[in-house]
């Protein structure tokens, strides 16, 4: 069975964590201060999760998720994400992260900032427009009605292929941005960020997103 190895702990990474492990994966997942106080987490997920250190979290991990603020992105481990697959929830909030002017004036996204520290790696950009406690409550059947989509960006067509997969399995259709350096159109103060949208009206809301917002 695959294994999802996540780094960062919080509302996404744990709501991650749960949802994958409902689905079947394994999970390895860690956080900035250190895998003991991760216990109570581990022990709700139960059996096939287990708490590690970043790098441990990476290594350990077939497909890896990156939920962590922009600040703490030089220390994402580097080498034990070399040629996999790494699913980026990121969204750049200058209030909390601080001002990237290249970010500020529409040079670069948060998720190509990623990937420029991962050059060995394949970064999509996943679940970062969703509210976190939705991940586990809003998934509905393939083909229902109305059902809800998320959309992914990335470099890599593999990438975006594990993603739609994944997010079917979880309940959710996908739109495709395109290369991450579209992938702003679905972070915060666009018209489909953290709102419910079926994947024609997720289509529509990034076409008419403002790059500057």
């Known amino acids: 069975m695959t294994t999802l190895g996540i780094i960062g702990a919080g509302h996404i990474g744990s709501q991650v964590a749960r949802a994958a492990i409902t689905a079947g994966y394994d999970v390895v997942i860690a ?55 790494v699913l980026d929830t990121n969204n750049y909030y200058f209030e909390r992260d ?9 040079e670069t996204t948060s998720s190509q900032l990623l990937q420029d520290h991962l050059p060995m790696s394949r970064v999509a950009k996943a679940f970062n427009h969703i509210r ?6 809003d998934g509905t059947p393939a083909g229902s009605a109305n059902r809800r989509a998320l959309a992914t960006s990335s470099d890599h067509a593999d990438a975006v292929e594990f993603v739609t997969g994944f997010y079917d399995v979880l309940g959710f259709d996908t739109v495709n941005i395109g290369p991450l350096s ?32």
């Open 31 to 85: 956080n900035s201060r250190g895998p003991e106080t991760l216990g109570d987490l581990v022990a709700e997920l139960g059996p096939k999760a287990r708490a590690a250190t970043a790098a441990d979290a990476g290594a350990a991990g077939d497909i890896v998720v990156v939920t962590v603020p922009m600040g703490a992105l030089p220390q994402i481990p580097v080498e034990p994400l070399a040629g996999k697959i």
């Open 182 to 213: 579209e992938s702003w159109r679905v972070e915060r103060d666009r018209p489909a960020y953290v709102v419910r949208q079926n994947a024609d009206e997720l289509t529509a809301n990034l076409a008419i997103a403002n790059r500057i917002a």
């Open 132 to 137: 976190s406690e939705e991940i586990t409550t």
């Open 98 to 106: 601080g001002h990237i002017e290249a970010i500020d004036r529409g």
